[in-house]
């Protein structure tokens, strides 16, 4: 009996020791995140915290066509490049204090940045490669929290002075990526955020002719006036023959998508084009089961900035 309790004894003194170290080590690993939050060196002031916790796939699609180009089309409030660079800023900030706010034991985020086609520049491809950044417990450091954003603006920079450079625009085919590669880009478990910023348009050399009934895998402005969607009634026009985007895809409910940018061709004289676009994108999204999304003009940054940081952490 009496051996009994002497075990019995030591038992109890094992699992008190592991409660102790184990308290002591949460006690630990709490007190180390909290310095961590100390020592963030930027503002997150009005970041929304309750979703702090979700896994963020941060996808961005860039439409470096000649949309961007300065000469061939310019602003002069803003130059359409600087507004996407502006975008990107905001979205980069958002992800920073996503990760800056989540408990480094939960980290499993990523964002990237890229363009489809792939460019046939060894440079700009080596820049986006660069914009890849996937996060979790074992390899965040607090300096590259800090980081993020500051690498964000020069890589994307230096991707927009290559892409103006540039002496041949092939444009973005926006409609191949969602027939080949969009679903590639889901993440189980993670809100997967699509930002895609394009003036709309949608075209590629390679599906000029592809279409069914009335809906095309290209659509310009040129078709857009094809179409006569060029007056009040173009909203009737459009429901009446069924003229739209051709689904590229389908089941895409775990995908969220947010397009910037929306842009009519300068040599337009459609004054309801911009409304146009913006329809035929919500009924494309739609129609291939995208669930959330936002489609928003060529905006001043800075008009956006809440907008572009509320759709991505909500």
């Known amino acids: 009996m009496k051996n009994i309790n002497i075990n019995f004894n030591r038992i109890i003194g094992i699992i008190l020791s ?3 170290i184990a308290s002591l080590s949460t006690c630990k690993s709490d007190k180390e995140e909290k310095k961590t939050k100390k020592e963030i060196s930027f ?3 009005g970041y929304n915290k309750n979703n702090s916790n979700i896994n963020l796939n941060i996808n961005i ?3 470096l066509s000649d949309r961007i180009n300065p000469v061939k089309n310019p602003n002069k409030t803003m130059p359409y490049y600087k507004r996407d660079m502006g975008y990107i800023n905001s979205i980069s900030e958002a992800f920073q204090c996503h990760i800056a706010n989540k408990k480094l034991r939960k980290v499993n985020d990523q964002i990237k940045v890229f363009v489809e086609p792939e460019s046939d520049i060894p440079e700009l491809n080596e820049i986006l490669n660069e914009l890849k950044l996937t996060y979790t417990k074992n390899n965040i450091t607090l300096d590259e929290i800090n ?3 500051s690498l964000y603006n020069q890589n994307i920079s230096d991707i927009y002075a290559i892409a103006i450079k540039q002496k041949k625009y092939d444009g973005s085919n926006i409609w191949g990526f969602f027939k080949n590669k969009v ?4 993440k189980d478990g993670s809100k997967n955020v699509l930002v895609i910023i394009t003036d709309g348009y949608i075209y590629d050399k390679q599906n000029t002719g592809l279409r069914k009934g009335n809906k095309l895998a290209n659509f310009t402005s040129k078709t857009i006036r094809q179409f006569k969607l060029n007056n009040s009634n173009w909203e009737k026009t459009m429901q009446e023959k069924k003229i739209g985007i051709l689904p590229a895809n389908e089941n ?3 995908l969220e998508v947010l397009v910037l940018g929306l842009n009519v061709n300068k040599k337009s004289k459609n004054p309801y084009e911009l409304e146009v676009l913006k329809k035929l994108w919500e009924n494309w999204l739609e129609e291939m089961g995208v669930k959330k ?3 928003k003009t060529a905006d001043l940054p800075s008009n956006l900035d809440e907008t572009i940081k509320k759709f991505i952490t909500e």
């Open 43 to 45: 503002d997150c002031t």
């Open 252 to 254: 895409l409910e775990n």
């Open 18 to 20: 592991i409660s102790i």
């Open 147 to 149: 980081d993020i954003n």
């Open 61 to 63: 699609l860039l439409d």
């Open 293 to 295: 999304y936002e489609i």
């Open 183 to 186: 679903k590639d880009h889901i």
